[in-house]
């Protein structure tokens, strides 16, 4: 089964960057979308930003749209998530995974795992 492991979390001033990895088993072009999620402490996980594998195209939800972007690296089968003007509410654990739908209602981007797998994320945390 494909698998992910994500890195490149720490500890960040708010208004600061950090680039997070997503390096994947194996080849990731057969799967919809390979996507960002996010989870904090008492709160459900949240669809972040989508790179959709057809044509490139990058999704996000709108409280990261203007500051996050999403890319990949398709020889070394790693997606990243260039994080910027980081906030104090972003702090979460971060996961990646593949994606087989999503959409964005109102903004929110929602999307639907592909496979039933998720690593061990990397922690963002963001000091004021």
């Known amino acids: 089964q494909l698998q992910f492991v994500e890195s490149g979390g720490g500890l960040v001033q708010a208004g600061g960057s950090l680039r997070l990895s997503c390096a994947a088993s194996?080849?990731?072009?057969?799967?919809?979308?390979i996507g960002w999620f996010r989870q904090a402490p008492g709160k459900e996980r949240e669809g972040v930003s989508a790179?959709?594998?057809?044509?490139?195209?990058?999704f996000y939800t709108n409280s990261v749209k203007g500051r996050f972007t999403i890319s990949r690296d398709n020889a070394k089968n790693t997606v990243y998530l260039q994080m910027n003007n980081l906030k104090p509410e972003d702090a979460a654990v971060y996961y990646c995974?593949?994606?087989?739908?999503?959409?964005?209602?109102?903004?929110?981007?929602?999307?639907?795992?592909?496979?039933?797998?998720w690593g061990q994320g990397t922690q963002v945390t963001v000091s004021l």
């Open positions: 995974t593949a994606v087989r739908g999503f959409g964005i209602p109102s903004g929110k981007l929602m999307m639907t795992p592909a496979i039933d797998y």
């Open positions: 194996g080849f990731t072009s057969n799967y919809y979308a």
């Open positions: 790179l959709r594998s057809s044509d490139g195209s990058a």
